[in-house]
């Protein structure tokens, strides 16, 4: 992969690609699952819309301090790079194994278990008449880890095919959310009257807005995805912040217009009344809601197929880390070598795949799910953090300078620490945000054990 002294022709990513890894990053099964759980806590659809707005907000701050970060160290490893520039070796490797890990391997999993729950749904009564008991319980996870399989090998075969792959996925996502966003408000059949069943938040609607929030962050994640592949963009310090703050930019309209779709679909009092497991598939309630039941099963197989576009960003911007750390002697070795002709991480690239196949098979994914958030806040702060130090070090170049410093990463650190705090506090999520946090402590005695080495060369 390109060191920051490459010739220019070893960077082959363009503007497009950066810009749709970070859409292709940021959409995945949150948009789908949050807004049902928020709507039937608190019955408030203006409410549910304000919470989409300041998730958007926070992303965009984020995206703006990143796009410094990337600048001014334009190399493959996203936050590893910037956390270990910033902290040391050991804020590094911590950042580092946790990322990896609570980053990218389990939202892979757990996107591509969402991705065939929706593509199977409509024909689960089929499936389950015509196959044997024990394969149809597990089709789902045998699709999810087909495609995890055929993704990370499609990532393996060089720039060429990531750029198409990548371009088609996000395209696909993008279209599906359009139709049900756009569609459902142009010709759909609902009411703009909903929108009086809300307002200002009463008393007992603010726990379940903090609850909505951690979850509305997690869906906003992967503004950071253009970071990971710095090194592999032609002209960063031109390109770079255009595809980290337009990508969150365009998620952030994208969701906050299929978010208006659901409260025009769904009226909020009956919806206060339906049970969590009816909510979860809140885009499906409201595609049937718009359309009939006939167009909510199409809907549910164009939303599984589109949430491959995340599985493949996962799978193009996680293995970056674990090859910078690798180049840095705090990762195995192997993960550190490129395809001796295509010039790709492969190694690593399989490796998350692996990782990711059995988190599939790993048990109940709702609670994997809670697992990660509170962890992602984490690691998103610390990363955010990084812009601090860094900017005082003369001996770095800063090419670009983010706008309203320091207002930007003060106020995500803010919010973050904030989720992070509810997360530990509310009984519901306690367990899960503990655990969370101690897997990132527990990289602590890691970077202690490993002997200092000197990092490989750059290829």
């Known amino acids: ?31 789908l699952i949050t807004s049902g759980y928020t709507l039937r806590d608190t019955g408030n659809p203006v409410a549910l819309l304000g919470v989409w707005v300041v998730g958007g907000v926070l992303a965009v701050c984020g995206a703006l301090t990143v796009a410094e970060l990337a600048v001014t ?22 950042s580092g194994w946790a990322t990896f890990t609570l980053g990218f391997a389990a939202p892979t999993a757990l996107i591509a278990h969402t991705a065939f729950s929706y593509l199977l749904s409509p024909y689960a009564d ?55 966003g756009v569609g459902g408000l142009l010709f759909g059949i609902g009411s703009w009257t909903h929108l009086e069943a809300g307002g200002w938040p009463r008393g007992g609607e603010w726990p379940a807005l903090a609850t909505g929030l951690i979850y509305v962050g997690y869906a906003y994640a992967g503004w950071n995805g253009a970071a990971y592949i710095a090194g592999e963009i032609r002209d960063p310090a031109r390109i770079l912040p255009r595809c980290l703050v337009g990508g969150a ?17 769904l009226d909020p009092v009956a919806m206060t009344e339906r049970s969590e497991a009816e909510v979860k598939q809140v885009a499906t309630l409201a595609a049937r809601a718009l359309f009939g039941a006939d167009f909510a099963r199409v ?24 090859y910078a750390m690798a180049r840095d002697a705090v990762f195995p070795r192997y993960a550190g070598l490129l395809h001796p002709v295509r010039g790709t991480p492969a190694a690593a690239t399989l490796t998350q795949a692996a990782l990711a196949v059995g988190l599939v098979w790993s048990g109940r994914f709702e609670d994997l799910l809670d697992y990660t958030t509170v962890g992602l806040a984490a690691l998103s702060g610390l990363t955010v953090a990084s812009v601090f130090p860094l900017r005082r070090r003369a001996d770095l170049p800063h090419p670009y300078r ?28 306690r367990t899960s945000a503990l655990l969370s946090l101690a897997t990132i402590l527990a990289g602590i005695p890691l970077a202690r054990l490993l002997p200092a080495a000197k990092p490989a060369a750059t290829p």
């Open 126 to 180: 089929v499936l389950t008449a015509h196959l044997p008991g024990w394969l149809a319980e597990r089709a789902v996870p045998i699709g999810a880890t087909a495609l995890i399989l055929a993704v990370g090998i499609g990532h393996s075969l060089g720039h060429r095919h990531s750029t198409g792959l990548q371009t088609a996925a996000t395209l696909t996502t993008v279209a599906v959310l359009l139709a049900l």
């Open 299 to 322: 809907t549910a197989a164009a939303i599984g197929l589109s949430l491959t576009a995340a599985v493949s960003s996962y799978l193009l911007t996680g293995p970056r880390v674990a």
């Open 249 to 265: 930019a365009t998620v952030m309209a994208l969701y906050l217009l299929v978010n208006l779709a659901y409260v025009y679909a």
């Open 1 to 31: 992969m390109p060191d920051p002294t490459s010739p220019a022709d070893a960077r082959r990513y363009g503007y497009w690609t950066g810009h749709l890894v970070v859409v292709g990053s940021m959409i995945g099964a949150g948009i």
């Open 402 to 429: 983010l706008p309203l410093y320091p207002l930007p990463p003060l106020a995500f650190l803010v919010l973050t620490a904030w989720t992070v705090a509810h997360s530990v506090y509310e009984e519901k999520t």
């Open 73 to 94: 160290l334009p190399r493959s490893g996203g936050d590893y790079v910037f956390v270990r520039a910033a902290f040391g070796r050991g804020a590094g490797v911590v």
